[in-house]
């Protein structure tokens, strides 16, 4: 898959937009993520260009952060509530792009404006820690520390639905919560299966044009999901994978759930 240049200059030292945008609007585009400077005693945050307007990019728990050398598949609506990195906060996904897309190397230098903000605010770094971020701000990139996931629950004959970034085989952090539940729910059952339906999807962008997944990921993700579950302790043959190679049509509303794999623990009669 390849996306020519998107030829929009960045105006990073302002956080104007320069279109009105309504809130709830949908929006599906590529770009490049441009890392924020917001100050030596912060983290760097994302932010993309759409159409001269600047939103903030935060993806989902576990999906990965943003990075450079990567663009970005964003998808979802305009949010109604605060801004997010200088920006419009954009609720839905966002997938990094596995292809290197080396144009994608900007970091926005720190303004008044930006500092105003306090975006990311980290406490109790070191005069060394300091030195280096200033002489090097993408240093500023730390692991997200997470909070406990809540566990999940999960019924029999109840379909589970997880999602996946764009080209990849690999859950959320929540998703995968949702599958150890549905293991120790098979394991508990006496006679059960899992059926597990995995599906590839496909993106209508905001410009007309249309990004789908290789050919192969439905089988890539089903395939993976298998392993975890029988990782987990569910017999193999209690497992009934179908791979569903058919993309359905997008429409441009939350395509991104086509990106999906459902799965069900039932007790055949």
């Known amino acids: 898959m390849r996306f020519g240049s998107l030829g929009s200059s960045l105006a990073l030292a302002s956080l104007a937009v320069a279109a009105p945008v309504s809130a709830q609007q949908h929006l599906n585009f590529v770009a490049c993520p441009v890392a924020q400077d917001t100050g030596e005693r912060s983290d760097l ?12 990019v935060s993806l989902p728990i576990d999906w990965g952060n943003p990075q450079l050398g990567h663009k970005l598949l964003v998808e979802g609506v305009v949010s109604k509530g605060s801004q997010e990195c200088g920006g419009l906060r954009i609720e ?27 975006l990311g605010r980290r406490p109790g770094i070191s005069d060394e820690q300091r030195a280096m ?43 995968a919560m949702v599958m150890l539940e549905l293991a120790r729910l098979a394991k508990a059952t006496p006679g059960a299966k899992v059926s597990v339906s995995a599906f590839r999807g496909a993106t209508l962008l905001d410009n007309g044009e249309i990004v789908t997944e ?41 395509d991104w759930q086509s990106r999906r794999a459902e799965l069900r623990v039932s007790v055949p009669r």
């Open 45 to 56: 945050c994302f932010f993309v260009m759409h159409g001269g307007v600047r939103y903030g």
């Open 92 to 118: 839905g996904r966002a997938s990094v792009l596995p292809e290197l897309s080396l144009e994608c190397n900007e970091i926005a230098p720190a303004t008044l404006e930006i500092l105003a903000l306090k």
């Open 133 to 175: 971020i200033l002489a090097n701000p993408s240093s500023s990139l730390q692991i997200m520390r997470l909070p406990a996931l809540p566990v999940p629950k999960v019924a029999l004959g109840s379909t589970e639905t997880i999602y996946f970034p764009f080209e990849r085989d690999r859950a959320s952090g929540p998703d």
């Open 214 to 254: 290789r050919k192969d990921m439905a089988h890539l993700r089903g395939e993976k999901i298998a392993a975890i579950l029988t990782g987990l302790g569910v017999l193999e043959d209690a497992i009934d994978l179908k791979v569903v190679g058919t993309v359905a049509k997008p429409s441009g509303n939350a």
